[in-house]
Nanobody
Framework: QRQLVESGGGSVQAGGSLTLSCAAS????????VGWFRQGLGNEREGVAH????????YYPVSVKGRFTISQDNAKNTVYLQMNSLKPEDTGTYYC??????????????????WGQGTQVTVSS
């Protein structure tokens, strides 16, 4: 059964670090884009990191580049998001999402059809 289950969220002071995990059962055995999105107030889900599972190519928006790192561990069937130098504006619910195999990597939430339940990240000043 294919599932996306996030874990690792929590509360951290500005400048701190967190590592999120996405247990991606049934997804990493095919070439697809897996991404991390965050949602603060409102409905917009902002893409913060994406990985093409076929060759581990990674993509980041300017807002997190140099601070966030996405990676995959096929043996553990898990995608990670390492977040360093966290800022209060990074606060939100973080979701792991997987696109269908025929899509390339996109930062648009609408291009992802499979979502986890989310994990909360709170960064305080």
């Amino acid at each position: 059964q294919r599932q996306l289950v996030e874990s690792g969220g929590g509360s951290v002071q500005a400048g701190g670090s967190l590592t999120l995990s996405c247990a991606a059962s049934g997804y990493l055995n095919s070439r697809r884009c897996v991404g991390w999105f965050r949602q603060g107030l409102g409905n917009e889900r902002e893409g913060v990191a994406h990985i093409w599972t076929g060759d581990s190519s990674t993509y980041y928006p300017v807002s997190v580049k140099g601070r966030f790192t996405i990676s995959q561990d096929n043996a553990k069937n898990t995608v990670y998001l390492q977040m360093n130098s966290l800022k209060p504006e990074d606060t939100g619910t973080y979701y792991c999402a997987a696109a269908d195999p025929w899509r390339g990597c996109s930062f648009r939430s609408g291009d992802y059809t499979n979502w986890g339940q989310g994990t909360q990240v709170t960064v305080s000043s």
